[in-house]
């Protein structure tokens, strides 16, 4: 018995940490964001300039600025990292309320570590299509730059 409860609080300060974590990410991102005013993914490359775009931060259509490449290369990949976060901390907190999630479950017709699963599936799924998504998208941006 004690034995499990060292790995749940194991466990617990790991899905805590991880969920903190990626909330600095997500801060830091949105602080990235506000400064060079928009995203890389946002932006684009013409001409050889390099361009983020933020939506409705200074007006409600939106504006580009120009950026150096340095700037619009780590716009791009901090981008990316949002997914892969929220799907780190969305299963972090999955978690840590999976127990409360199977109690409340015990009397349904599905049980509750059915319903943790699927929600983990789901999230899963969703955040890889959409970092893949934005992976592919930088590539493109890049190739795409270079002829």
């Given at each position: 018995?004690h ?21 600095l ?25 390099y ?73 899963v ?23």
């Amino acid at each position: 018995m004690h034995q499990t409860a060292t790995i749940r609080d194991a466990r617990g300060r790991l899905c805590k940490g991880l969920a903190v974590l990626c909330l600095l990410n997500l801060a830091a991102y949105t602080a990235a964001y506000a400064w060079v005013g928009g995203d890389a993914w946002n932006g684009g490359i013409e001409d050889g300039a390099y361009y983020v775009g933020g939506h409705f931060l200074h007006s409600v259509e939106g504006s580009r600025t120009p950026v150096t490449r340095g700037v619009w290369m780590y716009s791009y990949l901090h981008s990316i990292t949002v997914w892969p976060s929220l799907g780190v901390f969305l299963l972090a907190v999955l978690a840590l309320v999976r127990p409360h999630i199977v109690a409340t479950f015990r009397e349904g017709a599905i049980s509750g570590g059915t319903v943790v699963a699927i929600l983990g599936a789901i999230v899963v799924l969703l955040t890889a299509v959409a970092t893949i998504m934005f992976t592919a998208d930088f590539i493109r941006a890049i190739c795409g730059s270079l002829g």
